[in-house]
């Protein structure tokens, strides 16, 4: 019975993590250092949830004077890029994180240091960027 139970366990966590794509690279210049990790899963409605945890982050004033906040971007194809949000940054924790949708299953995330945290397009320092493919 407990061999059972443990194979069925072990399908049920396999083909839940198989269902989502995970990328991870390390940022670039001026953020050096820090690592950023992007789950994508389809959904129920048929879009993209989009999970995205940045570790060992500086804060966004200690790598431009100007900047006040981490703002992530989706682009799909040729579109200018939409932003998802700022990151929720905890300068205690070092860690930016940030919960979207897309649409598309291919779409490249941008994440830009930005004096306001709610710009119409990205205008700042990039300090990420990475192609990502979902499983459809």
Not at 23 to 37: E, F, I, N, R, Y
Not at 52 to 71: H, I, K
Not at 80 to 86: E, L, N, Q
Not at 98 to 125: C, M, N, R, W
Request: hydrophobic share 45%; proline share 7%; with cysteine.
């Amino acid at each position: 019975m407990t061999r059972v139970l443990v194979s069925l366990l072990t399908a049920v966590l396999l083909s839940t993590s198989a269902c989502a794509t995970t990328v991870q690279a390390p940022t670039h210049a001026p953020a050096l250092g820090s690592d950023a990790k992007i789950v994508a899963k389809k959904n129920k409605t048929g879009t993209y949830a989009v999970t995205l945890d940045v570790t060992n982050l500086a804060p966004p004033s200690r790598l431009d004077t100007e900047a006040t906040s981490f703002v992530v971007w989706l682009v799909t194809g040729d579109l200018p890029a939409v932003r998802a949000g700022a990151l929720a940054y905890d300068e205690g924790d070092r860690r930016g994180q940030l919960e979207a949708s897309s649409p598309s299953s291919a779409f490249k995330v941008l994440i830009t240091l930005e004096k306001d945290p709610a710009p119409a397009s990205p205008s700042g320092k990039g300090i990420f960027s990475a192609d990502v493919v979902a499983r459809k």
